[in-house]
Each structure stands twice: as structure tokens, then as C-alpha cells.
């Protein structure tokens, strides 16, 4: 996926666009650094109950979309 969109990302101004083995729960699960739009979190977003569940630190779980 990240090779499909890249091209696509970098005429938005992206200098680095990486497919996550795991996804963000697996990064967030292994403590690596996070930003948001309001610059850097210990917070991610579950999207639901299920996907919530996939996250080692529940109680940095943000319901709230950044």
C-alpha cells in the first residue's frame, strides 16, 4: 500500500511514507515515538472496541481522532 500512495503523498510534501509490519498498534505497543497534528503523543486512536483490543497500554487509548 505504502508504494501505491507514495507518489501520490509526496506531491503533498511527504518525505517518508512506510507500511508499518504490524500497524500503528504494534509501533505504539513497542513504545515508538507518535505525532499527531498536535505534534507528539503517547496516544492512539483504537477506532473501535475490537481494534482496542490489539493495544498492549489500554489507557493510551485517545477516542478522540487527532
Known amino acids: 500500500m505504502a508504494r ?6 509526496a ?3 511527504a518525505t517518508g ?12 505497543n513497542a513504545g ?9 503523543t503517547r496516544y492512539v486512536h483504537p477506532f473501535n472496541a ?4 490489539l ?3 489500554r489507557n493510551l487509548a485517545s477516542h478522540v481522532p487527532a
Open 4 to 9: 501505491r500512495i507514495q507518489a501520490v503523498m
Open 11 to 13: 506531491a503533498d510534501g
Open 17 to 28: 511514507v512506510l507500511n508499518l509490519r504490524g500497524g500503528i498498534f504494534a509501533w505504539h
Open 32 to 40: 515508538l515515538p507518535l505525532v499527531n497534528t498536535g505534534g507528539a
Open 50 to 53: 475490537a481494534w482496542g483490543r
Open 55 to 57: 493495544l498492549t497500554h
